[in-house]
């Protein structure tokens, strides 16, 4: 049965993929039509044809937002794919020990685990002192996740592939089951709002390092493409792009070198 705000459902769907790259197949309407349920509860919108009107309106970026937000995933957490980051520890971060500053940008950071975990990785690898030099970016669409990056507190699910000597080193205890990331690791890493899907992106200088990591999944093949292309051109020669590892991009035909699973580099 074809639902009465089908139309609706229709026009958000596009927005999502045209605006944002995220992608809803047919089989996920359902997953997305509950995920909008609460969005049409926060605006007293009747139904997803009263949504739709309100998010096509350009003016109306609360609106935007919290469709953004609704339709993406989150999912997160310290150290994830450890594997991946062990590489990157022993196989990049030491060539990265003696240059002035280091940039490296976490896209799609979520809550800001992936960009604090590779701070600390980095401060265990080369010493507190690298930190001084080290800024690490972490952007997402969503300005919910922002937030909760910036603030740096999370709960202790998001901690459970933590070690127990990085979690009693890199977090203090702040309200139950809470911890929050220590100064010295804040300090490091910077959050902002951006979407990917806004190319090319507006960096003057280039990182060093780029963590694209979970995300790719959500897009189209073409997304998938220009957004690989468009991080290549941010990313200095012989600067290293991290996927995750059930993202293969080796088929993609980009410029991307594959050194390792989850691990591409830059020509020099
Ligand atoms: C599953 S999380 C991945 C977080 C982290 N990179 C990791 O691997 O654990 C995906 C994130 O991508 C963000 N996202 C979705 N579409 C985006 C877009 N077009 N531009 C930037 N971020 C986007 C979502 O808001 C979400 O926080």
Redesign the pocket.
């Known amino acids: 049965m074809i639902a009465s705000d089908q139309a609706g459902y229709d026009r958000i769907r596009d927005w999502l993929s045209t605006r ?3 992608v809803y197949a047919d089989g996920k309407s359902e997953l997305l039509r509950q995920r909008l349920s609460r969005v049409l509860r926060c605006f007293n919108c009747g139904d997803l044809d009263q949504l739709a009107a309100g998010l096509l309106n350009d003016d109306n970026e609360a609106i935007q937002l919290a469709v953004m937000h609704a339709a ?5 957490f310290f150290f ?1 794919e450890a594997e991946v980051l062990d590489k990157v520890a022993e196989h990049i971060l030491p060539r990265l020990a003696d240059r002035s500053q280091v940039r490296i940008w ?1 896209a ?3 809550t800001g ?2 960009a604090y975990s590779v701070a600390m990785i980095a401060a265990e690898k080369l010493g507190p002192s690298f930190l001084d030099k080290l800024l690490i970016l972490g ?4 300005a919910p ?1 922002v937030e909760r990056a910036e603030l740096g507190v999370y709960a202790k699910r998001q901690l459970a592939h933590t070690p127990p000597a990085m979690l009693r080193k890199y977090f203090t205890p702040t309200g139950i089951e809470q911890f929050r990331v220590t100064e010295q690791i804040r300090n490091v890493c910077t959050f902002r709002r ?4 806004a190319r090319p992106y507006p960096f003057s200088r280039a990182f060093q390092v780029v ?1 694209c ?3 790719l999944y ?1 897009f189209d093949k073409s997304d998938q493409i220009n957004t690989l292309n468009a991080i290549h051109a941010v990313t200095e020669p012989g600067g290293w792009l991290v996927t ?1 590892v059930t993202e293969p991009i080796r088929d993609l035909g980009t410029p991307w070198i594959n050194v390792s699973t989850g691990i591409y580099r830059r020509a020099e």
């Open positions: 944002c790259g995220i993406s995933t989150n999912h997160t994830r976490s799609a950071a979520s685990d992936e952007t997402d669409i969503s996740v951006m979407n990917l899907k963590f990591r979970n995300i959500y995750s």
